[in-house]
């Protein structure tokens, strides 16, 4: 994986956190995280989204072949179009998320750093006889994203003013001082955001040329990720592993389909489905006080565990503690009492709300 420290490192206090998810390592805040997170929710914040890697594939039998091996419907989409999809085991599980890209000529597979190689091997053993070409492109491109309600305004100084009102991951491309860049809609942290992904030779002055918008600030991790976890959204590495099932994510709405036929791990997805049976599912808990839970801390009820926590953080927004974590579909409901319990602390509080229902 390219190192993109050189670009994004200088830019930050020598004396800056970092956030370290192996083999990536980024910047936590560049400056105060108030700033950060304001600029997400009333302006634009920068990003660095070095953390993601890109796969691409190529062949005529493309379309199919992936089609057979991910949730959601690839095999109608068409150039310019994308989805969300999970990748699933045989006892339907999942082993990586993606979000699918489709171009002219090739489709490309958005995916976590810390999946990419998972996401190779796995793919490449169901790949027998069809004509299909698997690439790693992680190193050819910069990532960047946009993020906040004045996207738009950026995007149109650069010639794309329509960004933000086309549908989710549809991609469009667009000129950023001369270099030729692929934007797609990607509402990462719940709030409009568009990422970005700038040839290598073109990265650094690219980078430049943005950060040097007076609305633009840059921002680091922590604040990306207080407003995903206020917006209940999960993300790979923490809610979204090979220990939970599609519909337990809350995501089913958006990267399961329902009448596209078989493919791996299906039987289990429908079963689950028909039977409407999770043996948890995603919550968000408001802490009345105290702490900010630590993760893997117990979410409990009655003094019997429901669940646990994977995520959690002080949220300006609700101007208390916030949990994001798996609880038995009795634990979840709107308003149910919640108390967290870990090593170092305890606190309480109630269910607040849940991901869309799948």
Known sequence: ??????????????????????????????????DEYHACAHSVGLLDRSHRGLLELTGADR?????????????????GQGNYAFALDAKGRVL?????????????????????EH????????????????????????????????????????????????????????TIDGANVACFRHDLCGVDTADLLVPTADAEHTFNALRACPEVTLCGYDAVNTHRIEAAIPWPGTEINDSVLPAETGQSHRAISYDKGCYLGQEIVERMRTRRSLARQLVLVRCDDGPVPAPRAKLQAQAQDTGYVTSACFSPKHQAPLALGYARPDASADGTPAEITWESGRTAGSVIQRPQPS
Do not use: C
């Open 96 to 116: 990586f998320d993606m979000n699918v890209l489709v171009l002219v000529d090739a489709i490309w597979l958005d995916v976590d750093i810390r999946r990419l």
């Open 119 to 174: 996401a190779k091997v796995h793919l490449g053993k169901y790949h027998i006889t069809e004509d299909v070409e698997l690439r790693d492109l992680t190193d050819d491109f910069l990532r960047l994203s946009l993020s906040g309600p004045k996207t738009p305004d950026i995007l149109a100084r650069f010639g794309e003013s329509n960004a933000l009102i086309a549908p989710l991951l549809q991609v469009i491309s667009l």
């Open 1 to 34: 994986m390219k190192d993109w420290s050189r670009i994004f490192r200088p830019a930050a206090a020598s004396d800056a956190p970092e956030v370290s998810l192996p083999p990536w390592t980024g910047v936590a805040r560049f400056g105060l995280f108030d």
């Open 63 to 79: 379309a199919k072949w992936l089609h057979n091996l991910t949730t959601n419907h690839i095999a109608r989409l068409q150039p």
